[in-house]
């Protein structure tokens, strides 16, 4: 095996679950090289992960598959039966809730793991991409240049080694990148084992989810609406030697006659059997060198909550923007630790809730037996305990405040200490580091509402110009003659929109810049802002710089070290 003969790419994914196809993607519609490889000889069929929140929604919408995700999704009129010691206690009922104003995706989407996948792989075929299955990383080093790693082939047995700029582990709670680097997983096992399964099911109501608890022993089901198959997963004991039986038919067959008390359940048809220790595990870094760690190679979560899959999207949603500016020598690679920087204490913050969670819905100590069967299970039938655990959950408040890419300016006098890394919080509406919410508008070309994201959309920053109460010619030729600046420093990187009122000042449509009309200040009261302001937008949808009135040269300050352009010449 010769070096010379090595392949080469700027980026290796390894892993293709949810955050390596979501990074896959990320990275190609930046027009970044990848390679993205799987030790599994096949995709998988399972449903795994199955509830896909809010926020990693409005990721995948920016990724272009959203369409698809709704369409074969299940988000509307849940219901989950929950049964107490052989009784039902509570028959849950949570409606979907329409698209609102700042939210467009406001409800959980239950998904088959397998089917996000296949949606995932399709849009990275469609921008050039693909994965490459039966590759098993056997071994990687680097320097300062590049990373190099040994790829042996599961069915020939044959090696290569695969050379690129910076590697991404995003290979599950089990990654080989991160055992060859050297990082451990901190953090504990719950006593609790667990079983699950994809099965059919006769004599049981499809239109719902069921739960039985009896004290310690737990079995579920819950359907996939438009199939015939089941998620099912139960708590499982050992026995005096401290083996665990493993997953079957016959065992859910037995748990759920036993614990349900349904001799006519009738399970069939297994397509995925799985036992699972939850643990709850965090590593103290999340950057090697020029290799970082992703998703459940990270991060190892308990099943309540069903936050772990959506963390590990968000993360590679995180570093692709990132990695994309440094390979193409527009920003520095000291960009890349505020990955780690940003993404690590939402982990830590997870997995506490998780871990929370889990203690409170599986532990088998006696008193919090009595205090989950007599307090919390009843508080479920209250529809405000209801929708406070789906909001609990949705990472709409992710936010990234006291990190450096955070900059929030409050006042013009303040402006010359208001530096990138110095946070500053005040004034109404979202700050820096907070996720930029969604509002309806309109354009000068059309009586139609839109919305904001569908301008966030892309590769790209966002800078948004607010106006309010500046009715005259000059004020409005400011704006525009502060975004052709803008145009010309940093190009199609940056994309500028004047927020303005339908009345205010010259003919919206005369205009050459994106006009974005806000009749009913509705864009403004989302924001915050009462007269003017300039707020930047992340590539991933957060808010990386606030400033409370019109000044180009605090943007500009933000911008240049990360988008380092060089000045326009003149004649």
Not at 248 to 255: A, G, K
Not at 301 to 325: E, F, R, V
Not at 489 to 494: C, E, F, T
């Amino acid at each position: 095996m010769d070096d010379a003969a090595a392949d080469t790419t700027e980026v290796l994914v390894v892993g293709a679950g949810p955050t390596g196809l979501t990074l896959g993607c990320e990275l190609r519609r930046r027009g970044i090289t990848c390679r993205v490889i799987d030790l599994a000889s096949e995709h998988h069929g399972s449903s795994r992960g199955k509830g896909i929140q809010p926020r990693t929604l409005e990721v995948l919408a920016d990724l272009g598959v959203i369409e698809p995700v709704l369409a074969q999704g299940w988000s509307r009129d849940v219901r989950v039966r929950w049964h107490v010691g052989g009784k039902l206690l509570a028959d849950l009922h949570l409606p979907g809730r329409d698209p609102l104003p700042a939210v467009p995706y406001p409800n959980l989407v239950l998904l088959p793991q397998w089917r996000t996948e296949q949606i995932l792989r399709a849009r990275l075929a469609a921008l050039g991409g693909s994965v490459e299955l039966g590759q098993e990383l056997q071994d990687l080093t680097q320097d300062e240049s590049e990373v190099t790693a040994t790829i042996r082939h599961t069915t020939t047995g044959g090696t290569r080694r695969i050379r690129s700029r910076y590697l991404v582990g995003c290979d599950g709670g089990h990654s080989r990148v991160r055992k060859r680097l050297g990082v451990a997983l901190v953090g504990d096992a719950h006593a609790e084992h667990f079983v699950f399964g994809d099965v059919e099911i006769s004599g049981l109501d499809p239109e719902a989810a069921h739960v039985w608890f009896d004290a310690d022993r737990y079995v579920a089901a819950s359907p996939f609406p438009g199939q015939r198959a089941w998620q099912v997963q139960a708590t499982v004991h050992p026995d005096e030697h401290g083996q665990v039986e493993p997953a079957s038919l016959q065992l859910f067959q037995r748990l759920f006659r036993e614990r349900a008390g349904r001799g006519d359940i009738h399970l069939s048809h297994p397509t995925w059997l799985s036992n699972f220790t939850s643990s709850v595990r965090l590593v103290e870094r999340y950057r090697m060198g020029r290799a970082f760690l992703a998703g459940d190679a990270a991060h190892v979560h308990s099943p309540a909550g069903g936050q772990g899959m959506n963390t590990g999207i968000q993360d590679a949603y995180n570093l692709g923007w990132k990695l994309a500016l440094v390979l193409r020598g527009t920003s520095g690679d000291r960009l890349l630790d505020t990955y780690e920087e940003e993404r690590r204490p939402v982990a830590q913050a997870v997995l506490k809730g998780s871990d929370a969670g889990h203690t409170a819905v599986f532990s088998a100590h006696p008193v919090m037996t009595v205090v989950r069967e007599r307090l919390l299970m009843p508080l479920l039938r209250l529809p405000p305990i209801q929708q406070a655990i789906l909001a609990a959950g949705n990472q709409l408040d992710v936010s990234y405040h006291h990190c450096s890419l955070a900059v929030d300016v409050s006042s013009a006098s303040s402006a010359p200490q208001a530096r990138p890394g110095r946070w500053r919080r005040s004034g109404r509406g979202p700050h820096a580091g907070d996720r930029a919410p969604d509002a309806l508008l309109n354009t000068p070309d059309s009586t139609e509402q839109t919305r904001l994201f569908e301008h966030l959309h892309g590769p790209h920053f966002t800078v948004l110009l607010f106006t309010t109460g500046m009715g005259t010619s000059a004020a409005a030729q400011h704006m525009v003659a502060l975004a052709d600046r803008f145009d010309q420093l940093y190009g199609p990187d940056v994309s500028t929109h004047l927020v303005l009122p339908d009345a205010d000042g010259p003919a919206a449509a005369d205009l050459h810049h994106t006009v974005l009309l806000d009749p009913t200040l509705e864009v403004c009261h989302r924001y915050g802002v009462n007269r003017q302001a300039i707020y930047l937008i992340r590539p991933d949808g957060y808010i990386g710089l606030r400033i409370p009135y019109l000044d180009e040269e605090a943007l500009i300050d933000y911008l240049d070290p990360r988008l380092r352009t060089n000045p326009p010449t003149s004649g």
